[in-house]
């Protein structure tokens, strides 16, 4: 495997460069000889005056054209949306051709995005149809606690309305191969329920009777250790206490609060499912601190950690 890994730039008026920059700054040079970003030179360059670094940018950035470049920093501007999904878009294509290993992805505004025109709800979405590919799905991942979603970036209402038997069961799956993948041999998951108590016997809803509970009877008879629906108030709980080695979320804030109550600055948002691999980080741009220098860095150093791993195709 190519074991070279991809950072897309992020936002360009966020804090995306600037965390690239100070993530740059700390590897050895034989890790930057294993790093391209795909951004803007000259937002680059204007980031690392506001960080104080010194870094030598010659082969090591695929320089794509942002008009006016640097942009005034954390000001919504439809031009770093468009950008944003440029860079993503060329680091797309040198997963595709071999040429990367791994995409790193810095954060981008879904507002800046959907102003140029690229109608997607956030990155998985837009990777999902850059690859030509059926479904991706979120994976969040820390030291204690993993989290794969059924759905994300919907309504809860709509949320509701995609907990159906064959969307639960190809989470898990997807979950299962990813965790197989990472070196888990075989792999306890957990699926949690989607109304309190996981209904109470019909008290509280049917579709944990109706929808998640014949998802994973078929995801047992499939061979898979799966247990479930358990109450989502419960079982976040039991797999951070090592119970379970991943949990399936019904809904984004039913995987993504506990995971950020735990493991909030090193959490790493991995896409499942796609002919390419993809880490992140899992925070926004943060216009308010966009261009002060004071923006954190840690998270990326987990998503390039987690990146180089599936890179060299060794389990994370």
């Known amino acids: 495997m190519n074991d070279i890994i991809g950072i897309t730039?992020?936002?360009?008026?966020?804090?995306?460069?600037?965390?690239?920059?100070?993530?740059?700054?700390?590897?050895?040079?034989?890790?930057?000889?294993?790093?391209?970003?795909f951004g803007n030179l000259a937002t680059l360059e204007a980031a690392?005056?506001?960080?104080?670094?010194?870094?030598?940018?010659?082969?090591?950035?695929?320089?794509i054209e942002v008009p006016g470049a640097p942009l005034p920093w954390g000001r919504l501007d439809h031009a770093a949306g468009d950008a944003a999904f440029r860079f993503i878009e060329a680091a797309v294509r040198a997963a595709e051709a071999g040429t990367i290993g791994c995409i790193v992805t810095a954060p981008i505004n879904k507002e800046s995005l959907n102003a140029a025109g690229h109608h997607y709800d956030g990155h998985t979405g837009m990777l999902r149809d850059l690859t030509g590919s059926d479904a991706a799905y979120m994976l969040l991942a820390s030291e204690r606690l993993e989290v794969i979603h059924v759905s994300t970036h919907v309504s809860l209402k709509d949320a509701i309305g995609r907990v159906t038997p064959e969307r639960v069961l190809a989470t898990i799956r997807a979950?299962?191969?990813?965790m197989r993948r990472i070196g888990v041999e075989n792999p306890r998951i957990a699926v949690a329920g989607l109304n309190p108590?996981?209904?109470?016997?019909?008290?509280?809803?049917?579709?944990?009777?109706?929808?998640?509970?014949?998802?994973?009877?078929?995801?047992?008879?499939?061979?898979?250790?799966?247990?479930?629906p358990i109450s989502a108030d419960t079982v976040y709980y039991r797999a951070y206490q090592g119970g379970f080695d991943l949990v399936i979320a019904q809904y984004h804030d039913q995987g993504h609060i506990p995971i950020k109550l735990v493991a909030f600055d090193t959490t790493v948002n991995v896409s499942v499912g796609l002919p390419i691999d993809r880490t992140s980080v899992d925070h926004g741009t943060a216009f308010d601190i966009a261009g002060t220098g004071k923006a954190?860095?840690?998270?990326?150093?987990?998503?390039?950690?987690?990146?180089?791993?599936?890179?060299?195709?060794?389990?994370?």
Not at 54 to 60: M, P
Not at 201 to 227: C, K, W, Y
Not at 299 to 313: D, E, H, M, P, V
Request: proline share 4%; hydrophobic share 35%.
């Open 9 to 37: 730039m992020g936002d360009p008026v966020g804090i995306g460069p600037e965390i690239t920059v100070k993530a740059l700054a700390e590897m050895t040079p034989e890790q930057r000889a294993k790093t391209r970003v």
């Open 296 to 316: 954190n860095h840690t998270n990326l150093n987990a998503a390039i950690a987690y990146a180089r791993k599936l890179a060299a195709g060794r389990g994370a």
């Open 175 to 178: 979950g299962y191969e990813h």
């Open 197 to 228: 108590h996981c209904g109470e016997n019909g008290l509280f809803g049917n579709e944990d009777m109706e929808q998640i509970r014949p998802a994973v009877t078929m995801a047992q008879d499939e061979g898979m250790n799966v247990e479930g």
């Open 48 to 63: 690392q005056k506001v960080v104080g670094t010194s870094l030598d940018f010659a082969g090591l950035v695929e320089d």
